[in-house]
């Protein structure tokens, strides 16, 4: 059975990731890219459905783990009554081939280590055939090879479609274990020393982390690097696409249905994105994310999507892993997200916005792009009436959502300034008055005009996290009462036990049941809360939102990684993780508090 959330790890090579229990056990890897199948699916199942545990035999004291400095290398540390053993796991920067490497380091007297890998390809579907060679261990099938080379004193053997290893390590001894995936086409993965690869990658991530922008409070530091090392641990390094989290099928809602994939790159998050690695001195990082967009979006602007794969695959079709059971029994699993096809028209204002805060930062706008922006907003300008499935991604009836709404007018509102600032040629003057047109009708209509709030959707009364936006994107002065009502009622009405749901679900309100389209319930989604800080900044009350910045700081576990959402009742994570959604939220809500503060 599977950790909780919150127990796992993150290892990577900026072009796939992987999960490491507290068990010692790797128990989700996709090979080679994040969104290829796994090997390892354990997280959504159990042994049976692929993984890699190396542990001491005998039970022992709880471990403890830490990354190493700031870098993405962790080690894990067990005392057992024989001795103490420390494992050291990471994942090299690619060469040729993605390798996981682990080095077993015996720290004091001797200690005897098991190793059991269950490799299971194609999301468990497929037992490979495993064989030794030149006294190491391949597995393959189909498309896929993953070799295995242990260190000296290392006996391994087979058994019921596994491979077992049993060694003692004793104190000063490191023993090394590599292993590397390769087509099945192509002759054996090369030969790595663990040791070299090592010094390599820690060298890599502490020259990365030691151009972090200064400015921050001394107490965010920590928390902020972390939370930018995952985001470059989440980004597709040969595209510089970010994926939204490393993992699929985590619940929402432990035992419910909402259990998406979140291994595609979603432009609900360009803007944040480019504005916390801009915030924090990340330029290359910033351009290549741009650039990725870009690449993307190019085509009719008709077919913009909400997300794209990490090389700007457009098809990504949703299936039912009806062979896994589901995390801790939460199923349906899915692989693929069919929200690929939904019209959500709050990207069209995500991509201007993000061209727009590109160019305040120095990245030039070229000719090409420009004639790309042009067609987008011819787009808008005859959809953006339409009603649309929103930033959330509804499965129920399409709606005139109020975010969308606003998005749309930041969408004209920026390729005005763009046009001025540029220079560019452009319709500005009826950018202008479809600014005007969109502005008036989202206050007239999605206004609640008794509570003088902003709704979720036109017509209706239910609150939505989203209409934070509001003040965030500039819509409406911070002082204007209808701002400073809607985010007084979302502290009060999306308010979860200290955190903020994005949109009340059928167990709080059963009118939105409609809205969400899906049964059960969810925890409190956590770049909410972090959105509910920045508003309450820029309405003037920056000791609220240091309170609550503070109070989500300590949701993060051990290692400062942070899910989607957070159980207020379990006191545990849910959803994907590490998200990115979350970790961008958390960067430029501290850049905020650093500049509100001074």
Not at 51 to 73: I, K, M, N, Q, T
Not at 215 to 242: C, H, N, W
Not at 545 to 553: M, P, Q, V, Y
């Amino acid at each position: 059975m599977p950790g909780r959330i919150e127990d796992y790890a993150l290892i990577g090579d900026l072009q796939t990731a992987a999960l490491v229990g507290r068990d010692g056990s790797i128990d989700w890897l996709c090979l080679p890219r994040f969104d290829s199948p796994s090997c390892f699916a354990a997280l959504l199942g159990g042994d049976e459905h692929g993984h890699w545990r190396l542990a001491p035999a005998s039970d022992g004291e709880a471990p403890f783990r830490s990354y190493v400095g700031d870098s993405l290398v962790l080690q894990t540390e067990w005392t057992t009554s024989t001795g103490s053993v420390r494992v050291i796991d990471f994942m090299p920067q690619r060469d040729r081939t993605p390798d996981v490497m682990r080095i077993v380091e015996g720290i004091s007297g001797s200690v005897k280590m098991i190793g059991e890998l269950r490799l299971r390809f194609d999301y468990a579907r497929i037992i490979p055939w495993m064989r030794r060679t030149d006294h190491h261990r391949v597995a393959i099938a189909g498309p896929d090879a993953v070799w295995l080379r242990c260190g000296p004193g290392v006996r391994t053997y087979g058994r019921d479609f596994a491979t077992y290893s049993e060694f003692t390590v004793h104190a000063g001894e490191r023993i090394p274990f590599v292993l590397s995936w390769t087509p099945s086409h192509h002759s054996a993965a090369p030969r790595q020393d663990a040791e070299k690869s090592l010094q390599t990658t820690l060298e890599d991530w502490e020259r990365w982390a030691a151009h972090c922008a200064p400015g921050l409070r001394e107490q965010d530091k920590p928390a902020v690097l972390r939370s930018l090392i995952t985001l470059k641990a989440l980004t597709y390094d040969p595209t510089g696409g970010i994926v939204a989290a490393a993992t699929a099928g985590l619940p929402e809602q432990v035992g419910g249905a909402r259990n998406w994939d979140y291994r595609f790159c979603w432009l609900r998050d360009s803007t944040m994105a480019l504005s916390a690695l801009l915030n924090a001195g990340y330029r290359r990082e910033a351009v290549a994310w741009y650039q990725w967009l870009l690449r993307a979006i190019a085509g009719d602007p008709a077919d913009l999507q909400t997300m794209y794969g990490v090389g700007g695959e457009r098809r990504l079709p949703e299936q039912l892993a009806d062979w896994l059971p589901g995390y801790e029994g939460s199923h349906p699993v899915r692989f693929g997200n069919a929200a690929v096809g939904q019209l959500q028209l709050d990207v069209y204002g995500e991509v201007v916005d993000t061209l727009y805060l590109g160019h305040q930062r120095g990245i030039k706008i070229e000719l090409h792009v420009w004639r790309l922006l042009l067609k987008l907003l011819e787009f808008l300008e005859e959809h953006w009436s339409d009603p649309d499935e929103g930033l959330w991604e509804v499965r129920g009836p399409r709606r005139h959502f109020v975010h969308s709404k606003i998005m749309c007018w930041v969408a004209f509102d920026r390729a005005v300034k763009l046009a001025e600032e540029t220079k560019m040629g452009g319709p500005v003057e009826r950018w202008r008055e479809l600014r005007d047109v969109i502005h008036a009708d989202v206050c007239s209509r999605g206004v609640d005009k008794k509570r003088g709030v902003f709704t979720q959707y036109y017509g209706g009364a239910a609150l939505d996290a989203s209409t934070l936006f509001a003040v965030k994107t500039g819509f409406l002065p911070p002082e204007d009462p209808r701002v400073v009502a809607t985010v007084e009622a979302i502290q009060r009405e999306l308010h979860h036990d200290g955190f903020i749901l994005r949109y009340s679900t059928p167990t709080d309100a059963a009118a939105t049941d409609a809205v969400d389209g899906l049964a059960g319930s969810e925890g409190a989604f956590l770049a909410c809360s972090y959105w509910l800080c920045d508003a309450l900044i820029l309405i003037g009350r920056a000791d609220e939102a240091r309170a609550l910045f503070d109070r989500l700081r300590y949701l993060a576990n051990d290692l400062g990684l942070i899910s989607e959402e957070w159980d207020t009742v379990a006191g545990r994570q849910l959803g994907n993780t590490p998200q990115a959604f979350t970790h961008v939220a958390l960067v430029n809500t501290a850049f905020q508090l650093a500049h509100t503060e001074g």
